[in-house]
């Protein structure tokens, strides 16, 4: 059979952020494991106890992965509140000065310098050493739960300089949260220590190598984005949902259960380490980088009709988000962010300067930094708590202040700022989250709508308090934008720490998710869109039975024989165009298998070729160990220097095939094939006659084709960029 | 292809319950749809609008189960608590007029005479009206959810004489909880309202009609099983969790977003008619039947070493508790059920009368019956608190009274009187739950544990707060029993209401999940075991893989032809050794299709002939309807008449069988036929060979088979009982 080009040659070469294409050098990840005769062997040899033993293992990665991972944020936490407060500190110091003699411009400059020369830190690694690390990295793993591989996003590079940005940007005062970034972090965490090695570090340590398969890795990724969540909002079960919402197809009970370890090992170390740092060794009492303060009253139900009125408003930010930049060069970018961050200073200088809200100081000092700026001896600025402090911090008194700490015209300008100060950050090539500045417009905006609402209602004491509003205000917002559900209710409730909350989040988020998907995709989505990713979502479309595999399979198919010549295996695999990388193999025309490109190259590699397997008898056999050497960076073909003789030797793949690959028959459905194809992780999926001929080959990219558009079903084309 | 006898044959009749035996009389329930041609047009005819019309009907359908849920709920909350209420007032007045004149044996006699009356109303609905509403249910729910079809499980009269039946046994004073039947009543109710008509009352409402399959039903049985905990314990998050933890294979984010709405509105329709009628409405502080108070202190870290102390002699319960009683009679079950009745008031009276633990009145009055007897003026008995009570408000004394309330001796007193009584009373013929008096006798032991420690240590005011063991200890206790995991950590942290008791209560779970394990087998699990259910757990045996899908599966297989002989088909259909109730077509070896028993018996009901069909041009053709009308309860083959002429006639099954079965090579081995089968939630999977012919047919059974024993790999007997 020949190899024989699958793509429409058509496609331009070049093809920027489109989405309404579907992108083709992303390869999937494999999460059905190649049961091929190796793989057997050493199952069949493993005893009972092995098997215990590896259960064991996994346990200990978990814990390990929730270890680490709440000891990264708890020193991003500890950096950012250092960084910040020396800044706020200074800058507080200069305005005290300068508010008696005038100038206070130099304090303005003096601000906008610190910003920008943090934000400039965080910018120029990002963009000159891993531009993997920019943004969240929510939608990147994303993908990787789904089953993409997207490329340099698990390494110890990129874990590196995503701390590192996101606490010069938090520090440098953008809009920005340091919440995303740590599901980012706990997701390379675990991708690292499952491995028992690094790759970047060029150190193996010889153990956990069992892993080093997709389908195991991808189990720890998720643990490890989990145990993020966990340590960012202190809600272990929120990380768990999150993790299953966004990866997991299959429910497994153990797995989940590991990952749950996972998050409340996270949450637990993060509120150790800081009850440490803090010096109350013992008070387990800030579980999450971000806290709420615990809600004491308990929602009572004359509030829930209008809790759900905030809602409707809060949603159509995205619009304004997804104008992603298409600043490309990395000088460029560092200037940009640098821009923003000056901006950013200067806004707030001018909103505290113009502001004339003087509010007294309480009795007990809760504010960190009162600004008395030109108010009376004993009170503060009140539009300073909300810009002259880490965003962390403002949330939290606006859930919790008492009512009256706020003018309206204050919030309502605070609002507007930060919504566009929040727009113009996304996107910016920093490390740093989308959550808090969520929260925060949520919030401020949810809490303006509660204190109006006590002024027109002749009664106004039983809307007393507008906290309340504030936190479903922040929990529509966030709903809006990243359209998380499940796991986003449970997230909000465990940061509340009040169980009654649950059923008005969960209508809120639910309306918003409504309102929201009426008019744009969520940011994530988009932001995977934009990007041409093959992402399957968890059904087939619902009108697509129309469909059969037969229609959307690739074909012809390229196939190798049981045994195969050698010459014809390089050329397959160094023809760019059949980059299914994945045969089926035939004898004589019915499917036997289905080989994998690595392992072929692998193969390749040590040259196990029929011939010299005859004459060289002492040749060690080629064990599962090798392919996992080798994992994940498989070399390229043009590497693998194979000669003119050797090209004409033959290769046995009957023991490296997997004899059992999923087949359908050709008039399957679409939703069928899809059910089939997600439910189980699959990366091929071999389309055959009554007769168990290979007419085809269903991969990712011929699924994830299919989409509900304005019209009916819709197609994308598929870029070879 | 002649039908053949699959079972072996030498299996005898009449099989009591045994572990070491597998039920052929369990039929599976089919979570694949079948795919045939009628389904396919359908779903083709429907528009995108239709199916959203599809999917607002599951929500309206979800929101349905919980309110109805959450009223079920209510209603036995307010019945349990009224007849209780009645039945102590009546003793305790009894008792205050005896203390003084001596008599009290008059008492006692009334007591008993009660309670028993109570428990015989119980016990005798459940044993000669329906007595698969005995026991929590949860067993079979969890069968059901998993694929087993469990006879009468989901019907109306169950769920009746389920209500009925923790009414009379609760207010009858026996050592059980109204918790657990709690989540069969949800899922007989989701059942129900999803079908859009009762068959018991011979009702049709004519809607709903699309769900009218086992694929759709089982989301909503889910749906209702998490309403259930929800409203048991006012937990929506863990319901969820159970159910998925329980049921679903597939994790599908709509479905889940739909079970959490149901959960939802149930917690929140109990919590706002329980405020109702205490008549503070719009105070939503109730969400569960069960609630343990509001746990305002947090952990700290101290507590955590000695909070797993707690935990390892509080699991071998399991043990004692699988004596189940083999009392077959009903009459005799009745007069068992009052018997235990009775003895439970005697050993209560007996505890009370001769405990001489006399605490002060607190001056709030929160015992609901205090007992004065032979205590001073303005002190009650405090072995009272514990027996003269219901078990719910027991439980949260433990909790909450403040240190010092509980006498040392008393408390071990009691864990011990109490930890038989509940042996003794679990597998009697009544409807009730094992949650309560678990978590009872484990917050018992916990807060004696508390009190020891405190005792011993030199300084015992960092130990000061023995409700914090009693919690850890009924976590143990409860984990021990049923051994849910995550579920459970996350009802018990949603019933307390506070997030830093996750980890403790994590650990501790985890703790009695290995140690119970080594000993034996979950609650659950052993009763599922003793009725031969085949049962497939996540995933096969770990060391399995030396078995393929040839050495499984059943052979030979009875297959159809395309175009097949009526009288064949009549004959096989009766025949009852051929039980797969599926049967591949073939042409003419090659597999092409597979058909259910109950499609044929529809199409042989409506006499879908092909002579037939010629001649009467008229006839209308069968549609999808008449197969759902028939759902779920098929007649026998016996009660169609075929007649001889007709056994001459041919059948067409190509319209109706499902032509894309999902089918495996035979030297697939069984962990992956087993991921395969389970995660889409097959019934049957066809076996073939590399030229499709079909060899074999892998069922629910042959899977459930093989299990991990003491000696490695066991397999399991068939019996057809």
Redesign the interface.
Known sequence: MHPSLLQDAGCPKEIPHNEKLLSLKYESLDYD?S?NQLF?EE??R???LG?KCLEISRWVICGLIGFLTGLIACCIDIAVENLAGVKYFVVKQNIEKFTEVGGLSISLILWAVLNAAFVMVGAVIVAFFEPGAAGSGIPQIKCYLNGVKIPRVVRLKTLVVKVCGVICSVAGGLAVGKEGPMIHSGAVVAAGVSQGRSTSLKKDFKIFEYFRRDTEKRDFVSAGAAAGVSAAF????GG??FS??EG???????L??RI??AS??S??TLN?FL?IYNKK?????S?GLINFGRFES?????DFSTLLLVNHGAILKCVCVCVLRYVHQPCLQVMEAMLVAAVTATVSFAMIYFSNDCQPLGPDQSEDYPLQLFCADGEYNSMATAFFNTPERSVRSLFHNPPGSYNPLTLSLFTLTYFFLACWTYGLTVSAGVFIPSLLIGAAWGRLFGILLASITPDGSIWADPGKYALIGAAAQLGGIVRM??SL??IM??AT????Y??PI?LVL?TAKIVGDYFVEGLYDIHIKLQSVPFLH??AP??S??LTAREVMSAPVTCFNRIEKVGTIVDVLSNTSTNHNGFPVV?PV?V?GLILRSQLIVLLKHKVFVELARSRLTQRKLQLKDFRDAYPRFPPIQSIHISQDERECMMDLTEFMN??P????Q???LP?VF??FR??GLRHLVV?D???RVVGLVTRKDLARYH?GKH?LEEMQLAQT
């Open positions: 494991n049961e057997l199952e069949r493993m005893s009972f098997f202190g809600a272990p079960v768990v949902l299953l919402e997991a197809s299959f429910w497994n009970q153990m989940t259960w749950f370890f409340m090992i949450t637990f150790f009850s060794p013992g008070d387990l009492s579980p308990d929602v009572s139900f004359l559900t499940l209710t449970v409730v465990e720490g009040n169980v009654t649950g059923l969960m639910l968890l059904e619902a009108t039975h129309w004898v019915a036997c004899p059992t999923y087949t359908v028959p008039e399957t459905s069928r059910k089939l439910a189980l055959v009554s007769e168990n509900l009916g």
